[in-house]
T-cell receptor, first 115, second 114 residues
Framework: GENVEQHPSTLSVQEGDSAVIKCTYSDSASNYFPWYKQELGKGPQLIIDIRSNVGEKKDQRIAVTLNKTAKHFSLHITETQPEDSAVYFCAARSRRPGGSYIPTFGRGTSLIVHP | EAQVTQNPRYLITVTGKKLTVTCSQNMNHEYMSWYRQDPGLGLRQIYYSMNVEVTDKGDVPEGYKVSRKEKRNFPLILESPSPNQTSLYFC???FGTGVNNEQFFGPGTRLTVL
């Protein structure tokens, strides 16, 4: 099955700096890569996603890049703000033996933005 | 308001005492799933359901049961809870599992088994 590795587990930056979180996946057939943000005491929420036929996608201060050959994708946050502090999860959607497409999550990155 | 609700939000119980965590969504989603979140291990899928009466095991199904008798509800059942099931549980739903099918997560249920 799919295996998703996420690094780093903790990331501490100063307000205004950029933050990069990286993920690798094992199943070359994975075709959809969402990123989730989990604020304290809440469930994860989708913030950006990318399909396997796209190399980069941007939404204001956040962007995601995908390298299919290397099987890795990254989340980039520019001009970080204290409210960006949260746990971020990457995921890769792959086909399970029964035929269903199910996401596999990384272990999460705790981002801390210091004012 | 479109949402996924879970109850209870917090639960402390003892080993072997059967419990059920309810999950309900009001978005007419076909796909629902349960995850557990543990420190350093991220989100691991327990069970999922593609539609009414259709359920399948995720990555960590041992010790859990689910049912999908109605489209909106997907309860998680622990027949005989054990301390290693102490965790934070999330229910999620989406229209399907295709691309652009955003998963909506509930607020979580923190379970402690003594």
């Amino acid at each position: 099955g799919e295996n998703v590795e996420q690094h780093p587990s903790t990331l501490s930056v100063q307000e205004g700096d950029s933050a990069v979180i990286k993920c690798t996946y094992s199943d070359s057939a994975s075709n959809y890569f969402p990123w989730y943000k989990q604020e304290l005491g809440k469930g994860p929420q989708l913030i950006i996603d990318i399909r396997s036929n796209v190399g980069e996608k941007k939404d204001q201060r956040i962007a995601v890049t995908l390298n299919k050959t290397a099987k890795h994708f990254s989340l980039h946050i520019t001009e970080t703000q204290p409210e960006d502090s949260a746990v971020y999860f990457c995921a890769a959607r792959s086909r399970r033996p029964g035929g269903s497409y199910i996401p596999t999550f990384g272990r999460g990155t705790s981002l801390i933005v210091h004012p | 308001e479109a949402q996924v609700t879970q109850n209870p939000r917090y639960l402390i119980t003892v080993t072997g005492k059967k419990l059920t965590v309810t999950c309900s969504q009001n978005m007419n989603h076909e796909y629902m799933s349960w995850y557990r979140q543990d420190p350093g291990l991220g989100l691991r899928q327990i069970y999922y359901s593609m539609n009414v009466e259709v359920t399948d095991k995720g990555d960590v199904p041992e010790g859990y049961k689910v049912s999908r008798k109605e489209k909106r509800n997907f309860p998680l059942i622990l027949e005989s809870p054990s301390p290693n099931q102490t965790s934070l549980y999330f229910c999620a739903s989406s229209f399907g599992t295709g691309v652009n099918n955003e998963q909506f997560f509930g607020p979580g249920t923190r379970l402690t088994v003594l």
